[in-house]
């Protein structure tokens, strides 16, 4: 189609002449490009010149040409019309003998049926897909089919971009997801074990112990008058060992079980929580006439009788490290932090506990120690205990997502810092850590 | 006084000649023949008549056979029995077995006492329980 424009001059007359030149020239762009327009004929200063639009057609050219994905032309009958440079490449056969060869014949033959039906989808509309063709440098490519109508006919064209590299590190997830997966059932197998040996090796002794605790308070209560003063010693060393041996066996069930099932998180006031734990520590209270300060602690989300235990463990490691020149002093105090760090700023995320004690303090390179399964500073004829407590402490801080650490001065006093998140369900959602 | 009757099934046979030893000569109880396991339960129970059938019955929870929980359900399904008190005790209780067997009817789960003092303590409560409902059914 060819459009012919005025004498090329304007007169400055008509507001309305100026609107029927505006209106012709959009109407040209529009025709320009949708492609309706070739060339056009402008009456110039020069007479009339020819301008076709030839050098947008060669720039779509060069950039098909240039462009690293691969394009086909293809006919009603999947022959090849047109092909550029890099798809040439990629079936690694030359340029010239690409055309006028069917399409199929680059096509895998295990997905060819799949491919037919791409083709026939992408004659009614434009889509993608993806097939292997036969390359070997890049097996794997997507098609972007589109169907254009030229002079010549309909014709469809395809774009195709390499997948081999995505494909392959798919591939390569979906193994190593594989593996991730085989190792947590290991894992999970393995761990399921481990439960349930500390479940039997702490159940089952538990007969014969409560027998030897059974004959020993029985020899105890009903013959001790026939015993001299050495065997009462001795009986009473039994007794006295079983009973640890069956408190040990309770704190390493109490241990094992922590690392089993789900946890349950409620809010909590920590002051309730830590006014009815006291109750309960009245009577040893009040014969270490010692004093417990509390300050103001804030509601958080919690499993309650897990972080009662913590409480619990801690204080009354308070009371029985006391020195015994003073009166054991107990301090909990806590405050909101934005980060999991001691020396975090201030914020919403986190809680930390305090609880500092005025006790017999442990030299500062333990500190790390202490929260390990058994570990004890103290002779156990001074001090009695399992060496299991803060080994719970730690655990169920950590399954609160939480850490906890001490330090402590010989002499002077010790204090143990808990920091947990105020609240869980954020937690679960964010997955933050 | 009234006298409860009592039926310890246990298969420790140490824990029994115990279980006689301290309580066999309390005033308010009788003791009846011991039961190994829960099918000697049902044996028991089925030869007993309808006034010597027990007011309490101890379960410990692992025996062979059927076991404490195992003769707990049984009873309280059975209809005929389910009326008796049953306690189970254990050298080990956890939470699971305690709740496993409240919701069957148990009237209460309780680990083996050890000393004489003990003994005697899970006794008072075996009858302390059983008070209201005798109560109930004398009015």
Redesign the interface.
């Known amino acids: 189609m060819l459009f012919i424009f005025g004498n090329g001059t304007l007169q400055p007359v008509l507001v309305a002449a100026l609107q029927l030149a505006m209106d012709e020239a959009n109407e040209t762009i529009k025709a320009i490009r949708t492609g309706q327009v070739e060339a056009m004929v402008v009456n110039g200063e020069n007479g009339h010149e020819l301008y076709t639009l030839k050098t947008t057609d060669q720039i779509y050219r060069v950039f098909i040409e240039k462009m690293t994905e691969g394009a086909v032309t293809l006919n009603s009958d999947g022959i090849i019309l047109y092909n550029n440079t890099h798809f040439a490449d990629m079936v690694n056969l030359p340029l010239s003998q690409v055309i006028g060869m069917p399409i199929e014949q680059f096509i895998q033959e295990k997905g060819k049926e799949q491919f037919y039906q791409l083709l026939e989808r992408g004659w009614k509309n434009d889509c993608r897909g993806e097939v292997e063709i036969v390359s070997e440098q890049y097996p794997c490519v997507q098609l972007s089919l589109a169907t254009l109508n030229l002079d010549q006919g309909f014709s469809l064209s395809i774009i195709l971009t390499d997948r081999t590299e995505q494909k392959d590190n798919q591939q390569q997830l979906r193994l190593k997801n594989e593996e991730l997966e085989k190792m947590n059932y290991a894992l999970d197998l393995s761990n399921n074990d481990l439960q349930q040996f500390a479940s039997v090796a702490s159940?089952e002794p538990?007969?014969p112990l409560?027998?030897v605790?059974?004959f020993a308070?029985?020899l105890q209560?009903e013959e001790e008058i026939n015993f001299s003063a050495h065997a009462k010693e001795y009986l009473n060393k039994i007794i006295g060992s079983s009973k640890r041996m069956k408190q040990l066996i309770t704190d390493i069930?109490n241990y094992s079980?922590l690392s089993a099932g789900e946890n349950v998180f409620e809010r909590t006031n920590l002051n309730e929580l830590l006014k009815e734990l006291l109750t309960d520590y009245e009577i040893l209270i009040k014969d270490k006439n010692a004093n417990i300060y509390i300050s103001r602690l804030p509601e958080i989300e919690v499993n309650k009788g897990q972080i009662r235990q913590v409480f619990q463990n801690i204080i009354s490691n308070a009371l029985k490290f006391s020195r015994a020149d003073e009166a054991p002093a107990v301090l909990i105090t806590a405050r909101k932090l934005e980060l999991k760090e001691i020396d975090s700023p201030q914020g919403d995320n986190f809680c930390l506990i305090s609880i500092k004690d005025n006790g017999i303090g442990f030299d500062k390179k333990y500190a790390n120690n202490i929260f390990s399964l058994f570990e004890k500073l103290n002779a156990k004829d001074k001090y009695e205990g399992t060496g299991i407590g803060l080994a719970i402490a730690k655990k169920i801080v950590e399954k609160h997502h939480g850490i906890i650490s001490a330090k402590s001065e010989e002499g002077v006093g010790s204090e143990f810092v808990f920091i947990v998140p105020i609240s869980q369900k954020r937690i679960d959602d964010y997955r933050l850590w | 006084m009234v006298k409860r009757r009592i039926l310890l099934a246990d298969d420790d046979a140490e824990d029994r000649v115990i279980f006689h030893e301290y309580l066999g000569d309390r005033a308010d109880i009788t003791l009846l023949p011991f039961a190994e396991n829960g099918v000697e339960v049902f044996n028991f129970l089925e030869t007993a008549e309808g006034d010597n059938l027990p007011d309490i019955i101890i379960l410990d929870q692992n025996m062979p056979k059927m076991n404490g929980r195992q003769t707990l359900e049984q009873l309280k399904t059975s209809g005929k029995y389910a009326g008796i008190s049953v306690f189970v005790y254990s050298t080990y209780i956890d939470k699971t077995l305690v709740e496993y067997c409240k919701n069957l009817g148990a009237a209460s789960v309780v680990t083996k006492p050890i000393t004489r003092n003990e003994y005697h303590a899970l006794m008072d409560n075996c009858i302390k329980f059983l008070k209201p409902a005798t109560e109930v059914v004398s009015a």
Do not use: A, G, N, S
Request: charged share 40%; net charge positive.
């Open positions: 159940h538990q007969e409560r027998k605790q059974i308070t029985m209560e069930l079980r």
